[in-house]
């Protein structure tokens, strides 16, 4: 019987569940639980909301959905702090600036936790399939995608590389408050230096969360780990070293991090 050479680590990120505490001590309305959610793949939507395919050139009017993946490795767990206040000085993640590149931009995006397999899921059932969400950044080298665009190449460096999905914690969908609000009207922000960059309601995406899982499981068995970046709206810019990013949506816990400086070795 052969033997596995090594063996790699999973990633996971964190789950948090809502803090029912009645202590005067309790400050955050949001607490870690010992559970973890292993990631298997992370799909990516392209050009799903009508503002960002415009400004990206595109037809929001005549295009299907297309998909591109990120590897698993390239999540990044983004610490949430307690407050959850921009301005606060808790610990903040970092996410390095990306070799080979002088153009990185944001896309600020609502991301769905896959937690039951499934293939030619049909959108009526397709909310059956969702385990929970997490909000994340498709970190971009823009200038590679540009070039790849031109000469017709894949986009896999340009949206796969290291550290390219920092993300924040997963909120498990039955722990989501929506007394106020459906998940459509929820509103994506991004935030650069706590100014807005992004801003858009989920309602406004083309294809919607259940028609993205049927489209998706069409061209894929989709199973408990995976992850689905929905699309970004318009509003994509350069972030360079020391941008604080901030990502909020609703009744889910914000994404926030730090660009640092490139790896050295």
């Known amino acids: 019987m052969s033997k596995l050479l090594f063996h790699l680590p999973t990633p996971t990120i964190q789950i948090f569940a809502r803090n029912t505490s009645k202590s005067a001590a309790s400050t955050s309305k949001w607490l870690s639980t010992q559970d973890s959610f292993p ?5 990516c939507v392209g050009r799903n909301y009508r503002e960002h395919t415009l400004e990206m050139g595109g037809n929001p009017d005549r295009e299907s959905p297309f998909f591109f993946m990120k590897p698993a490795d390239a999540i990044v ?29 944001h896309e600020g995006e609502l991301i769905v936790a896959i937690g039951k397999d499934g293939l030619r ?44 999905c920092p993300l924040s914690p997963i ?5 989501m ?8 009207e929820m509103q994506l922000t991004l935030k650069v230096n706590g100014v807005t960059r992004q801003q858009s309601s989920i309602g406004s995406m083309i294809y919607s969360i259940p028609e993205v899982i049927s489209e998706l499981s069409q061209l894929f068995r989709l199973r408990r780990g995976d992850l689905i970046m929905t699309g970004t709206p318009a509003g994509v810019g350069e972030l360079v070293v020391g941008d604080e990013v901030w990502i909020e949506c609703g009744d889910l816990i914000p994404c926030r991090f730090v660009v640092g400086p490139a790896e050295l070795s």
Not at 39 to 43: A, L, P, S, T, W
Not at 123 to 152: F, I
């Open 39 to 43: 990631v298997r793949r992370i799909y």
């Open 77 to 105: 767990n983004c610490h949430p702090g307690a407050s959850f206040d921009v301005s606060s000085q808790e610990e903040v993640t970092m996410v390095p600036y990306p070799t080979v590149t002088s153009s990185l931009h």
């Open 121 to 164: 899921i049909p959108p009526s059932n397709a909310m059956e399939h969702v385990y929970g969400y997490s909000l994340g950044c498709d970190l971009t080298r823009r200038d590679l995608q540009s070039k790849a665009k031109k000469t017709g190449r894949p986009w896999d460096a340009s949206k796969g590389f290291d550290y390219s």
């Open 171 to 175: 909120v498990p969908k039955e722990m």
């Open 177 to 184: 408050d929506l007394n106020d609000c459906t998940i459509e």
